[in-house]
């Protein structure tokens, strides 16, 4: 499914009433996927590797935790991920941890969602994406309370990237799935999921290895 692009300014949707409607008090959270196996990267940990003197986990808490659109945020991890806990001390997130991570990311996007069923929406981002900005993430939330769509990806010219906001109409599917997929098949399925445009480049470079580690510094 080819998803529609919306750039800002959001106005909500103008052609399809019933594609979402206006809600500017909408409560958000924001949820960091930091408990990922790091298979290709090697036998180290690929969220605690160094970018710029802060491990990689570090970057993408603090572009989460200074979203000023966020209501709340939290970090899932591993079950026995020591090293990603102190590598986030000092952003006061509430930690949530997930004994099942090796299982695939849809375990801790389900630990995500019970956590975060209290808000409207959930923006899921993830802990080896360093350089999406603060900014993408307040303009994804903006887009949500605009009535935009019920199911968000970031978006850098057209190309689809994360993070990724879903409505709590989602989030009993967002607890079905499984695997390493999280939520990708029901926003490309979705009947009013959209890309939100944001000029940022940090969308779309995620680290899986260390030639990708290389290749963002």
Do not use: C
């Not at 003197?53 to 200074?66: G, I, M, T």
């Not at 190309?159 to 926003?187: K, M, Q, W, Y």
């Amino acid at each position: 499914m080819t998803l529609p692009i919306i750039r800002p300014p959001f106005n909500g949707p103008d052609e399809d009433e019933d594609s979402g409607s206006s809600r500017p008090d909408a409560s958000v959270a924001g949820v960091l996927l930091a408990a990922g196996s790091s298979s290709r990267f090697g036998e180290s940990d690929k969220l605690l590797a160094s970018l710029d003197d802060d491990p990689l986990v570090r970057h993408a808490a603090r572009s989460l935790r200074y979203a000023s659109e966020l209501d709340a945020v939290a970090a899932v991890i591993g079950g026995n991920a020591d090293g990603v806990r102190d590598a986030l001390d000092g952003f006061d997130l509430p930690i949530i941890e997930n004994p099942d991570a090796e299982r695939g990311q849809a375990t801790s996007v389900r630990a995500g969602v019970e956590w975060g069923r209290e808000y409207d929406a959930i923006v899921f981002a993830l802990g080896d994406m360093p350089h999406v900005q603060s900014r993408s993430i307040n303009r994804l939330v903006s887009a949500y309370r605009a009535g935009s769509g019920d199911a968000l990806a970031a978006a850098f010219d057209g190309r689809r990237g994360n993070p990724v906001l879903f409505d709590s109409i989602h989030f009993d599917a967002l607890e079905d799935v499984s695997g390493d997929i999280g939520g990708r098949e029901i926003l490309l399925d979705g009947e009013h999921s959209a890309l939100i445009e944001t000029g940022d480049p940090g969308v779309l470079l995620d680290v899986d290895t260390k030639g990708d580690l290389r290749n963002v510094r």
